[in-house]
């Protein structure tokens, strides 16, 4: 229910190119900027 929408997870100046983890939603998340400044948020679980 909750996951159809956009939720704010974190301030954007908190973001920098180290990686930030943080669980929101019972969801384990990583956050950081990539070389072109963009945020990028994924799932901290590895994919294989």
């Known amino acids: ?7 704010p ?4 100046k908190s973001i920098r ?3 930030v983890g943080l669980r929101r939603l019972d969801e ?4 950081w900027r990539n070389n072109n400044g963009q945020i990028v948020c994924q799932s901290s679980q590895c994919a294989h």
């Open 9 to 12: 997870i974190a301030e954007s």
């Open 1 to 7: 229910m909750f996951l159809q929408k956009w939720w």
């Open 17 to 19: 190119k180290k990686p």
């Open 28 to 31: 384990d998340l990583v956050l």
